[in-house]
């Protein structure tokens, strides 16, 4: 393994929607080709890290260093050109454009990323139904649409928020091969996951998030010793 | 000849009249359409900005010259830009407050355009040639058709099908229908969604200079030509669906042309008319015949 350049670093971060107080300090490091995943309860920060990552929260300090690049003072629009790709929680696929349009939308940030041949070699489903609208594919294929488009852009770091949730075991068990697949790739990812057994083999390292705080990291090696912290904190 | 009593001639001149009135209600309605769209804002201005497109042409014409085909180019450059100021210094304040506060605003811009130009220009209507290449009448052999209506028709067609087509089919319309969707998404993809807003105001607010100067040649030049024709465009905009681009063009020409139709046969009700289909429209639909249920 080469020596590890770190790729995110969040210090001291506080987020806030209006007057609530999300994020009260949160200190974490991603590097270059690790997969990292924010465990905690809902509502314990984790979306929110993410979005604050990108600047889609109403105000937040602190520090998010990007490539080695200061982001906390820029505009949404500019951090993207970072090289960040985002997939948010809900999806965010267009119902008023198509399949196509939906994968072609995000504009390109980096000349590193895939074509569009290469990704509908990875996801045929989404060359069979480019020309549907973006809301009639089914849950399984807007998940992967969602995060088809952000490999077109040639953005390195990854934020996938909650990408198995509500999905059928055999469309999951798809995505864990696609981030497998990225991580061989190079791609530097940090994952929001309620789904622990889907998250466990992918990831690198984990944080563990509660009310707005880290309160633990660990590596993939340590997980079995970790399960009991995990039992308390996640119930899982 | 005669369709249901009414001499053919006088038929087609008066189905001519409403598709002309129809353009100008497609054109204002498609700029809302747009605005209403991607910023949220019902823009009561719009009719303003309407009667400043004509006041561009009046002005080029009378101060420096210069004729239609220049103001035609102008207008919309100059009204757009004033659009552009507006948005920039006034409604960026407030996206994130309810409607009313978008309408009261562009209302009382309404009130304070009309009343700068009341008091330069007074209430009488100015006159504004023809452009002379559009002068005249050709013989269609079972209609005499004004040329520079039929031209009016044509290039709102143009504009109206040449928007709809950058909207619905190109990368650009592509942002604009995804930042109309969910906008905070489309920043985060690296798309400058503020600048995108400014531009798109600016965009609707220059369709209505191009209406403006379309129309100055067939009305008579006032202040208040923009409140006159506005009520009817917001019924339009109401019957076609809030912020549909192609509902916005249909139902513009379509009730141009019932109402002029509404001349021939019952003239009384030629005022009414669009306000009845948009009592009917809605009690059966309620987003409009083109809208979308939300």
Known sequence: MTTAVEFLRITDLHAFYGE??????????????????????????????LKSILGLVGHRSGSIMINGREAIGLPPHKIAHLGIGYCPEERGIFSSLSCEENLLLPPVVASTGLSVDEIYDMFPNLKER???????????????????????????????????????????????????????????????????????????????????RIVEAFSAGEMRSKMGMLHEFLGI | ME???????????????????????????????????LLNIINFSHGALYMMGAYVAFLALDLLGLGF???????????????????????????????????????????IIEGVYRYFFGVSGQPYPVPDALRGATDLGFMILPNYRAFVVLAS????????????????????????ENPQLVQAFGVNVPLMVTLTFGFGVALAAIGGVLAAPVIQINPLMGSNIIIVVFAVVVIGGMGSILGSIL????????????????????????????????????????????
């Open chain 1, 20 to 49: 609530s107080h999300i994020l009260h300090g949160v200190d974490l490091s991603v590097n270059r080709g690790e997969v990292v995943t924010l465990l905690g309860r809902n509502g314990a920060g984790r979306t929110t890290t």
């Open chain 1, 130 to 212: 480019r020309m549907s609208q973006g809301t009639r594919l089914s849950g399984g294929e807007q998940q992967m649409l969602a995060v088809a488009r952000i490999l077109r852009t040639g953005a390195q770091l990854l934020l996938l928020d909650e990408i198995s949730e509500g999905l059928a075991p055999v469309i999951v068990q798809a995505l864990g091969r696609t981030i497998r697949m990225l991580r061989e790739k190079g791609y530097t990812i940090v994952m929001v996951e309620q789904n622990f057994r889907f998250a466990a083999p992918l990831a690198d390292r984990f944080y563990v998030m509660e009310h707005g």
């Open chain 2, 3 to 37: 369709i249901f009593g009414v001499p053919i001639q006088a038929f087609l001149g008066q189905l001519l009249l409403g598709l002309v009135n129809g353009s100008f209600y497609a054109m204002l309605s498609l700029g809302l359409a747009v605005i209403f769209g």
């Open chain 2, 69 to 111: 085909w220049w103001s035609l180019a102008l207008a919309p450059l100059i009204v757009g830009g004033f659009g552009i100021i507006i948005e920039r210094l006034l409604m960026r304040w407030i996206y994130k407050l309810d409607h009313l506060y978008g309408l009261l605003l562009t209302f009382g811009l309404a009130l």
């Open chain 2, 157 to 180: 067609l143009i504009v109206c099908l040449g928007t709809w087509y950058v909207i619905e089919r190109t990368r650009l319309g592509a942002y604009l229908r995804a930042g109309t």
């Open chain 2, 251 to 294: 139902t513009g020409l379509g009730l141009g042309v019932i109402e002029g139709l509404a001349k021939v046969y019952y003239a009384e009700a030629s005022s009414t008319v669009v306000f009845v289909i948009m009592a009917i429209v809605l009690m059966v639909r309620p987003a409009g015949l083109f809208g979308k249920e939300k």
